[in-house]
């Protein structure tokens, strides 16, 4: 199985640690015998068609931060996402929620040239998630998101597969870790400008971590939620968004004696899709610490279903990559056999 990976950051670098380490299992338990022929970074690409020395790519991007000095096969290419040959495209460059670029243009670049896309970037799902879909449909290419939400917990999977045939009426709960670290900190006394600095030393917030806090991030993921799971055709200008940044102090005092907790929250029902910050009970199960994501989901059938698990980080984000890269090539082999 032959993969494009563009983007060389954390998770890019931990989803080719956990190529490495889980080559046995892959080809023992799947049949996947992964072939990374390019990885693309800001500087430039490193590309071999018989499958690049990954440790190599690692330890180089490690000493000198970007791809250059990796010794290529000859490239005769201006378009390299659509010339390259392979059956999977890696798109995970950052988060741009304003324009949705680069990422916007490399998934496209990459469905028309009928390669299947897996993303972790939330800008082109939260901006263009129904144009995206009909492209893969019309190029007959398969995309798949998992880690854009929950990172590595199945929270789209949980919703989309284990509930086959019964229907989810609305959805609500925590999205952003960072956030939920800060409201955290901030019930056990800290002001907000500490336990943003708190987060930011923890390596949680983002650089500009507006995104968190300004309820972006949360707004995006309940996007790709609200598109996926519902069968809505939203996109961020439809979200009713407030942050974190102007919560009176009073508020948690006067939470905490109701036995409640501020978190912020993402609805979606047929009638709401918000984020904002709002006084839950303790004992409800969404309500959970640190940097945790939980979402509730409402079936006409089945009921209530809680899932709980790690928002973001690495390695647990690159996990979802291979789910879904296990996902692809399943239904490949389906593909043939049927
Ligand atoms: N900044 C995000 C969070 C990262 O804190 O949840 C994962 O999307």
Known sequence: MRIIVCGMGVVGQSFLKLLISSAGNLYKNYGIKPRVVACIDSKGIAYSPTGLDINEILAIKQEDGNLSRYKSSLLNSDNPIEDIDAEVFLELTPTNLSTAEPGLSHIIAALRSKKNVITVNKGPLALSFSSLIELSEYNN?????????????????????????????????????????????????????????DAKNKGYAETNPSLDIDGDDAAAKLVIMANWIMGYKVTLKDVDKTGITDIDPEEFIKAAKEKKAIKLIAKCNNKELFVKPIAIQKDDPIYVNGTLNAVTFKSEHSGEQTIIGKGAGGMETASSILRDLIEIKQSMLNYRTV
């Open 141 to 197: 290419a398969m995309f798949r998101f998992s880690g854009t939400v929950g990172g590595g917990t199945p929270v789209l999977e949980f919703a989309k597969h284990c509930l086959k045939g019964d229907k989810i009426t609305s959805f609500e709960g925590i999205l952003n870790g960072t956030t939920n670290y800060i409201l955290s900190r901030m019930a056990d006394g800290l002001p907000f400008a500490e336990a943003l600095l």
